[in-house]
């Protein structure tokens, strides 16, 4: 497939005129392609055109480009009424609705209409790309280019090679996507393909948590904001994308996948779905909103410290070095002896493990013993576990010496794992399937979830941060306590912790 992506002639073809076309069309043509736009309904593809002229004046009003490129990228667009406007495009991207039926449809007619060499893409962000080629006469010069929502705001776009693509269709689809001003990735077909995959760790894990009663939404958000980084808690963002984009999505790679536990979807979003909470858009989600504001009750205020000693277990040393200077710097007395006294604060600092399994198996009081997260948010937002029979007096207790200063505590239910151990350990395993599976290189992973989804960092990243080995742990002793297969860790996480290596190294 002979094309020159940069020629400076170089005809591109955009079917549909929706929010994906319209944003593809804008980006092809402030690229300098002369571009094609084709919409069943006509009226929709005229008013299309004049939005991105609106869009791109926009951008010129911000500064963001000239005048004169403004009206050169508006001159490079043109409605045609019919497909088979389409004959002398080198490239067409297809952009129509998520139906199956009706790509098969699209890509058949336009068969019929372009030249043998004409590469043609789907924009599909979860059908399969060697699953839409296979009604073609051509297989080979069909590929996925999946751009994110607002295209022209999201620089990533995956281009996708089916079973049966040619490696030069997708060359020629990468050097399109930086003529476009994006970040391309190279992605092998695969449910989900890169992005979607990885973001079923952060959501689906979170809603699994609420699922076990182990905390409330608002409480999530917050220790996902505040202890991990993400600029927005795992329900803010379902809110912002829709439960009804997001679930079907979900439920759609469990399938696709054979039922894989990684991605088992939660009860409680296809809940919300059935109820038609839905999110920001309809004014009620996992928040009520008004005005577009979400509702967020006030964080309760932390009671006063009891002043009681506090014995802090030594089974996870370094973790126990690091809350003895925290507790001494509150003002608490810290007991060194082998076993705490009577009335004593009990913390212990699990990794993977809940509180009751600790003080289980370190045969401690459960009734005076708090577990803290020593891995995320000590020094932004600490999460103290309790166990099912701790006493509200130290709760009360470990809630006011960790929780009254500057940096504030979110008290929770028993559960392997945290929150943030949870949700990171489940999104860096996801990572880790996906660079097993060679659907992307480790750097291409973490770049694309960063761009797409705005995580800090990548999975593979996540991992690195606290270590292979502390993610390993924390999967094991997850899967140990739970049985759930779902946080089995993959070899590509076990075989670089038994190694001590970065999870961003490739095979060799």
């Known amino acids: 497939m002979n094309i020159d992506p940069n020629r ?6 955009v079917v549909g005129a929706g929010a994906m076309g319209r944003g593809i069309a804008q980006v092809a043509a402030a690229g300098g392609c002369q571009v094609k736009l084709y919409d069943a309904n006509n009226d929709a593809a005229k008013e299309a055109a004049e939005f991105i002229g609106k869009m791109l004046k926009r951008n010129v009003e911000k500064g963001r480009m000239s005048a004169e490129d403004a009206d050169v990228a508006i001159a490079n667009i043109e409605v045609i009424d019919a497909m088979s406007g389409f004959a002398d495009c080198e490239i067409v991207i297809e952009a129509v609705v998520e139906n199956l039926d009706i790509k098969h449809i699209v890509f058949r007619e336009l068969e019929t209409i372009v030249g043998p060499e004409t590469i043609i893409a789907s924009n599909t962000s979860s059908l399969s790309v060697t699953t839409i080629a296979s009604a073609c006469e051509m297989p080979e010069r069909v590929a996925g280019m999946h751009f994110f929502n607002p295209v022209p705001l999201m620089k990533l776009v995956e281009v996708i090679d089916g079973v049966r693509t040619d490696p030069a269709a997708g060359d020629v689809l990468m050097g399109l996507g930086k003529r476009m001003g994006r970040a391309p990735v190279r992605v092998a077909d695969a449910p989900g393909f890169l992005v979607n995959q990885v973001g079923r760790g952060y959501n689906i894990e979170c809603a699994h948590i609420v699922s076990d009663g182990v905390a409330n939404f608002a409480d999530v958000d917050r220790i996902c904001r505040d202890a991990v980084g ?25 399938s696709q996948f054979y039922h894989e536990p990684r991605y088992r979807p939660a009860t409680l979003m296809q809940m919300h779905l059935d109820a038609g909470i839905l999110g920001r858009k309809v004014g009620q989600g996992f928040y009520t909103y008004v005005d577009g504001k979400a509702q967020v009750d006030g964080e309760a205020q932390a009671p006063a410290f009891d002043g009681r000693p506090v014995w802090i277990s030594n089974a996870e ?3 126990a070095e690091k809350l003895i200077a925290i507790v001494k710097a509150a003002g608490a007395t810290v007991e060194s002896g082998a076993a705490p006294s009577d009335g004593a604060l009990i913390l212990v600092t699990p990794i993977g493990s809940d509180a009751t399994d600790c003080a289980v198996s370190e045969g401690l009081d459960a009734s005076r013993t708090i577990a803290v997260d020593s891995v995320y948010g000590l020094d932004k937002r600490r999460t103290l576990m309790k166990t099912a ?94 049985g759930d297969p779902r946080y089995r860790p993959t070899p590509w996480l076990r075989r670089r912790a038994e190694l001590g290596v970065s999870l961003l190294t490739p095979e060799s």
């Open 389 to 482: 029979i701790t006493k509200s007096e130290f709760v009360d207790a470990a809630h006011g010496l960790l929780g009254g200063g500057d940096v504030p505590a979110t008290v929770i239910g028993d559960t392997p794992g945290f929150i943030a151990q949870r949700a990171v350990a489940a999104i860096c395993n996801i990572g880790c399937a996906v660079a097993q599976a060679r659907t992307a290189t480790p750097d291409d992973i973490d770049m694309a979830v960063v761009l797409a989804l705005n995580y800090p960092m990548g999975p593979l990243s996540f991992g690195d941060a606290i270590g292979a080995t502390t993610v390993l742990k924390i999967l094991r002793n997850i899967q140990r306590l739970t």
């Open 317 to 319: 040393p370094e973790a």
């Open 230 to 254: 993400f600029r927005m808690g795992p329900f803010e963002l379902m809110d912002l994308t829709a439960v009804d984009v997001t679930h079907p999505a979900t439920e759609l790679i469990y």
């Open 8 to 13: 400076e002639d170089l005809n591109v073809g």
